[in-house]
């Protein structure tokens, strides 16, 4: 991550602020920087260190900061201004209205990725109601991000997320756990579908999907994630080719794949899915108008 410069260093918050001084310090600093979103981030950084959430901020905003809250409140700061994610400065991030850990072993949910959850969900009230029993495969869970959403919102429904880091398959079970789904979740370590027998009625996937000359041109806060969570291979498009020969074997003869896709990258991964034996209908857009969720379901043989 980047250094961070003298001159914002010196705008870092000092014993003799206020929290709403500091706040405001914290903000500036962050926008000289050229930070999307100085206030908030000010904001949460300073519930953070201050163990106070967004009322208390106010309630407390002419309070002076002792010396060990600067500290601490500089200190989170200084790794904002080195572009590190907000989200793993805090060790949370919210996901389809669920707070969930991360660590440095899983990639940061992001809310494009809801967008593969609302694609899931409308394959699954296509075919009924959301209360029938059913299984699903969360390949390449990391945080178990769209597993957890999935099963949230589908009461009868089992899954099982899959990863090939043990320490990030610790980080979803933990969420799991945490958010009373672990009798319905289950973990196991495996790249995507290998180690599963199949007879999914869903399989959800965000695999990594950046092509990996284009990883050094990335936002330094994206760069944060794990390699293996965004290496997509030389066109982006490995894990996509290892999903094609996985899907039919996986899911059930009327089951539905549903995949996050890059920028760009639908009329090449619908072509792949075709050849596998699916029917990838036109993908579903996130709220920038990319198209970023794609539906593939096993296609029906004609006579």
């Known amino acids: ?18 929290i709403a001084q500091a706040r405001r ?6 926008r000289q ?24 901020l106010a309630a407390e905003s002419t309070r002076r900061l002792d010396g060990s809250a600067a500290r601490a409140l500089a200190a989170l700061a200084a790794r904002r201004l080195r572009r590190e994610p907000i989200a793993r ?17 899983t990639l940061v949910p992001r809310p494009e990725t809801e967008t593969v959850v609302e694609a899931a969900l409308a394959a699954i009230d296509s075919g009924g109601p959301r209360t029938r029993a059913m299984r699903i495969a969360d390949l390449g869970t990391g945080s178990g991000a769209l597993l957890i959403a999935l099963l949230s919102e589908l ?7 899959t990863d090939v880091s043990a320490e990030a398959l610790v980080v979803a079970r933990d969420n799991a756990r945490r958010l009373g789904l672990a009798a319905r ?7 995507f579908g290998a180690a599963l027998v199949g007879g999914f ?23 944060c994630d794990p390699r293996r969570a965004l290496d997509g291979g030389p066109d982006g498009l490995s894990c996509y080719r290892a999903l094609a ?9 009327a089951g539905d794949l549903v995949v996050e896709l890059g920028v760009g990258q639908e009329r090449a991964v619908a072509a792949l899915f075709r050849s596998a034996g699916l029917a990838p209908a036109p993908a579903r857009a996130d709220l920038g108008g990319i198209p970023r969720a794609l539906h593939a379901p096993i296609a029906t043989m004609t006579p």
């Open 1 to 18: 991550m980047p250094p961070v410069a003298q001159d914002l260093q010196m705008a870092l918050p000092t014993p003799d602020m206020t």
């Open 25 to 30: 310090a914290l903000a500036d600093a962050f």
């Open 33 to 56: 920087a050229g930070l999307d979103s100085p206030e908030l981030d000010a904001r949460l950084l300073a519930g953070h260190a201050l163990a106070l959430d967004h009322a208390g």
């Open 89 to 105: 400065i805090l060790g949370t991030k919210e996901f389809w209205g669920l707070t969930l850990r991360i660590t440095e072993a």
């Open 155 to 161: 009461p009868d429904a089992r899954g099982v997320g």
């Open 185 to 191: 979740a289950q973990f196991a370590a495996c790249d």
């Open 201 to 223: 009625d869903l399989v959800v996937c965000n695999p990594p999907y950046v092509a990996s000359g284009a990883i050094g041109g990335l936002a330094p806060e994206v760069q």
């Open 245 to 253: 020969g996985q899907a039919r074997r996986l899911l059930k003869p």
